[in-house]
């Protein structure tokens, strides 16, 4: 069975700064996809990242970035030039290909502060 | 593309009723997932849907149960419910193929209270 720790229950961060959010995870499988979701006050879970495990290159999206360390089963999201709309809750999300269910992290409360 | 519908978005039983939600997954997605999402055990896996057939099923008492159509919508039922049962209700879609592309986008939810 995989599971997905976030060590950090919340973080805050001033505005138009860098914050890095935590993620690992424990698994046997060599393949798999890990997410970055985001679940703002309104409750929508959205999706803010993928990374492939079989891909070396960090995935990256907008002011959205991951450092993936596969051999530490790390997975943590950068998110640079911080804005009051990334106020939410961050989950660490894994999937193994061959199974369409998503195992999640205990998530990080994020604030972003004026 | 529309996205992912969930409806109804706010739901108040009481303990011993039943209920049932729905889920229509964004157009040409075949695979339809629920979730509950609970202060307490956080976010957790109860089912998948592929062409109409159970594929992956969490670890939840048979009281949950759910179905897909052939347009792909799908629905989650709870019977007997109980005041644990209260609970944000995730529906999320994806291609379903699993051909190394699988993303799961999400609704916006179903709340449930058990009172």
């Known amino acids: 069975a995989q599971t997905v720790t976030q060590s950090q229950p919340e973080m805050s961060v001033q505005e138009a700064e860098t914050v890095t959010l935590s993620c690992t995870y424990d698994?046997?499988?060599?393949?798999?996809?890990l997410f970055w979701y985001k679940q703002p006050p309104s409750r929508q879970m959205i999706l803010v990242i993928r990374q492939e495990a079989y891909k070396q290159q960090n995935a990256t999206e907008n002011r959205f970035s991951v450092n993936f360390q596969k051999a530490a089963k790390s997975f943590s999201l950068k998110i640079s030039d911080s804005q009051l709309g990334d106020t939410a809750m961050y989950f660490c999300?894994?999937?193994?290909?061959?199974?369409?269910?998503?195992?999640f992290g205990g998530g990080t409360r994020l604030m972003v502060k004026p | 593309k529309a996205g992912v519908t969930q409806t109804p978005r706010y739901l108040i039983k009481t303990r011993g009723q039943q209920v049932t939600l729905s889920c229509s997954p964004i157009s040409g997605h075949r695979s339809v997932s629920w979730y509950q999402q609970t202060p307490g055990q956080g976010l957790q896996f109860l089912f998948e849907?592929?062409?109409?057939?159970?594929?992956n099923k969490g670890n939840f008492p048979g009281r949950f149960s759910g179905r897909q159509f052939s347009n792909s919508r799908s629905e989650m039922n709870v019977s007997t419910l109980e005041l644990g049962d209260s609970a944000l209700y995730l529906c999320?879609?994806?291609?379903?193929?699993?051909?190394?592309?699988?993303?799961?986008?999400f609704g916006p939810g179903t709340r449930l209270l058990v009172l």
């Open positions: 999320a879609s994806s291609l379903g193929n699993l051909q190394g592309q699988e993303t799961q986008y």
């Open positions: 999300a894994f999937m193994i290909p061959a199974g369409n269910m998503l195992t």
């Open positions: 849907y592929f062409s109409e057939t159970q594929r």
């Open positions: 698994t046997s499988e060599s393949n798999y996809y």
